[in-house]
């Protein structure tokens, strides 16, 4: 950003980039104006919330009957 004089950018991450996209955002706030997600994929521990209601959710309704 830098070498072309921005000082502030919107950030646009696909997929996996998303990740990184909010790391340098965090790392560099006053140069990201905002992010964009295309189809983002973030991590999710193995231990968050989220994931025993999904778990909960399939067993509950994953059955032929």
């Given at each position: ?21 909010v790391w340098f ?9 905002g992010i964009g ?29």
């Amino acid at each position: 950003m830098e070498a072309t004089g921005t000082f502030q950018a919107v950030v646009v991450a696909f997929s996996a980039a998303a990740n990184w996209a909010v790391w340098f955002a965090a790392q560099h706030p006053e140069k990201v104006k905002g992010i964009g997600f295309i189809g983002p994929s973030a991590a999710i521990p193995i231990d968050h919330p989220e994931r025993a209601i999904s778990a909960r959710f399939e067993e509950q309704y994953s059955s032929d009957g």
